[in-house]
């Protein structure tokens, strides 16, 4: 076994397997046109109990400049829930880091622990224009997401007031009364590639989640977080691969539906008036695309025409296969260090009940025997 091999599977080994849906705020994807209102009650309903029946850890909450907000979907989402968990895509620079922490940390308490946060920093200039976006470059706007997150983890966890004074944020004296449900916190996600990223990620990320790439770029792109990580001297976070899984009775039939999603995409980005446009300004959407553009299978079963075709704006590339064969893709990433798989569908209700029926169990098997053989080995 390599030394790389080797830290990918302890790292996998260190965190529980996890599977994060979507719940969007009415029906909709590349393929369905918005059906019903844009704050649907019942579809999120019917969604996240879906998702929670078909064992699902968590559900994401995305965040954009112009949709409902996300703190308060996933509220209504706790309230008709039992076990499932919210994690919630928030867009630090808008808001009072003290004030979103003790929003949070209201939220964790009534739910029981269920809340996790996903930083998005933003790269897109017209995105962040939309609420008053007043700090143009980059890099330092990942500043000014790590001092974000340095008064929200005060605000969690100090027991006196305290004071902070960085370039974007000063606090006096600050302290809440409302601190998260568990001992060990509110979870904090990261994602980016950049370098400004990664060093946020480091300094910050519980989890570090990665869109779902080759296994040469996931591979490489992991190693760096966690230099980043050891630099920063903190405990290496567990890893997200987020995908499009799309699934069929046979190999064939895969394939076919992933090339009937492809026609029904462009068809609907045609009749919108679309244009993929110039290269993204995020690091993670130009990694995607680089690799789009060569081609769009890649290693076993990696798909990537969907990304090439909006300009991977999102979570856009897929494996596709029966379930067996995407179970087993999975774990060639569990390999690399990987132990959370956010995962929605084109079709995303009736995605989210296949995948609780035919995908979720068999990884968690194949990981289940991998671990008892390990255990075994090591007698």
Do not use: C
Request: proline share 5%; no cysteine; glycine share 6%.
């Amino acid at each position: 076994m390599t030394a790389s091999h080797s830290a990918a599977s302890h790292s996998a080994s260190a965190h529980p397997l996890r599977f994060v849906g979507f719940v969007g705020n009415h029906n909709a994807s590349e393929i369905i046109p918005r059906q019903g209102p844009v704050v649907d009650r019942d579809y999120i309903e019917t969604t996240a109990k879906a998702h929670e029946l078909g064992g699902f850890d968590s559900v994401l909450q995305a965040f954009h400049a112009d949709a409902p907000d996300s703190l308060q979907v996933s509220q209504h989402i706790t309230s008709v829930t039992d076990r499932l968990g919210v994690l919630i895509a928030h867009r630090p620079g808008f808001q009072a880091p003290t004030i979103l922490a003790r929003q949070f940390a209201t939220l964790d308490q009534l739910s029981r622990g269920r809340v996790a946060i996903n930083v998005i920093t933003g790269a897109e200039r017209s995105e962040l224009a939309r609420d008053g976006n007043v700090v143009e470059d980059k890099d330092d706007r990942y500043a000014r997401t790590s001092e974000f997150l340095d008064i929200v983890r005060a605000e969690w966890t100090s027991d006196t007031p305290f004071d902070y004074e960085g370039k974007h944020y000063r606090v006096e004296k600050a302290i809440s009364q409302v601190k998260p449900y568990n001992p060990s916190g509110i979870p904090v996600w990261i994602a980016g590639a950049s370098a400004a990223a990664i060093e946020v990620a480091g300094r910050h990320a519980d989890t570090y989640a990665v869109w779902g790439e080759t296994h040469d770029q996931v591979r490489e792109l992991l190693a760096r977080v966690r230099a980043a990580v050891a630099k920063a001297g903190r405990p290496q976070p567990a890893f997200s691969l987020s995908l499009r899984p799309i699934l069929a009775d046979t190999e064939e039939a895969a394939w076919a539906k992933a090339d009937a999603i492809y026609e029904k995409a462009k068809a609907l980005l045609d009749k919108t008036g679309f244009s993929r446009g110039e290269l993204p300004n995020n690091e993670g959407a130009r990694r995607l695309l680089a690799v789009a553009d060569k081609g769009h299978r890649h290693d076993k079963r990696l798909w990537t025409a969907i990304a090439s075709l909006t300009g991977a704006k999102g979570n856009s590339t897929s494996l596709v296969g029966t379930p067996d064969q995407v179970a087993d893709a999975l774990l060639d990433y569990y390999d690399l260090g990987v132990t959370t798989f956010l995962i929605r569908g084109f079709d995303p209700l009736p995605d989210a009940i296949a995948y609780g029926r035919e995908l979720l169990p068999r990884v968690r098997q194949r990981v289940a025997e991998r671990q008892r053989a390990q255990a075994v080995a090591a007698e």
